[in-house]
């Protein structure tokens, strides 16, 4: 093939790759929805929703100490990436009144720190422990990347080590009356997980057995909730009853 050819063949390629990289910078900048729970102060569940992610600027507190005396924030705002589990909790701050005030520090050099959402404040040896599909990170939450359709669980941790979170599984659909079967799973902070026992879910007239397994009856549509005591609840498992589902 002739040199020239070439040439236009490689600008024809690089046109079509800076075309593709502009949908995809457009796509980005429109955000997307991820999954929000936050749990804060004894194991009350704050926040449960999709959130649509987008940019958001918060300001900074000076009350912001849970890491020492002098460690709040100087008070001047600061823009959080919506890419980010904080910048997904900021924007969601912004609309549901129970995750505001923030609380959040500037002071330290590896980024932003996290005190209190709403009336949960972090004290003592407590801290917000950050989780993402399960797993947590080696980041601060202004530097965890988020995607679409991820969940992202902020939790107020009594102390170190971080409690296991559970997770709840059954059906959508069930009828009056009529038992069926849950199971409950619980990870650890590697995101592994193993059949908890011991758990109470709602509706069931007994813990879950070693294998996470318990069994439920209803009489109206409701929201199933798995809980054990030193560990983060799980998530509401919303299960309808004929053509009647929870509010």
Not at 147 to 165: I, K, M, N, Q, R
Request: hydrophobic share 40%.
């Amino acid at each position: 093939m002739p040199r020239s050819s070439l040439f236009r063949l490689a600008a024809v390629c690089a046109l079509a790759i800076s075309i593709t990289l502009a949908f995809a910078t457009g796509a980005s900048a429109k955000g997307f929805k991820a999954e929000l729970r936050v749990v804060g102060a004894g194991g009350k569940v704050l926040a449960e929703q999709p959130i649509a992610t987008a940019t958001t600027t918060v300001k900074t507190s000076p009350k912001a100490e849970c890491f020492g005396k002098g460690s709040g924030g100087s008070g001047d705002p600061v823009t959080i990436k919506g890419n980010t589990a904080m910048g997904l909790l900021a924007r969601a701050s912004k609309s549901v009144p129970a995750l505001s005030p923030l609380l959040i520090s500037d002071s330290f050099d590896f980024g932003l720190a996290l005190c209190g959402i709403g009336s949960s404040v972090a004290k003592g040896k407590s801290s917000w422990y950050l989780k993402i599909n399960h797993a947590s990170l080696s980041v601060g939450g202004d530097a965890a990347i988020i995607h679409p359709g991820d969940e992202v669980l902020w939790d107020l941790a009594p102390s170190f080590p971080y409690p296991d979170e559970l997770v709840l599984e059954g059906p959508n659909k069930a009828k009056a009356g009529m038992p069926f079967t849950v199971r409950v799973f619980s990870y650890d902070e590697k995101g592994k997980s193993k059949p908890s026992k011991g758990v109470k879910v709602t509706g069931a007239s007994e813990p879950t057995g070693a294998d996470g397994r318990t069994t439920v009856t209803l009489s109206k549509p409701s929201r199933l909730i798995a809980q054990a005591a030193g560990e983060i609840p799980s998530a509401r498992l919303p299960v309808c009853l004929g053509s009647k589902c929870p509010k």
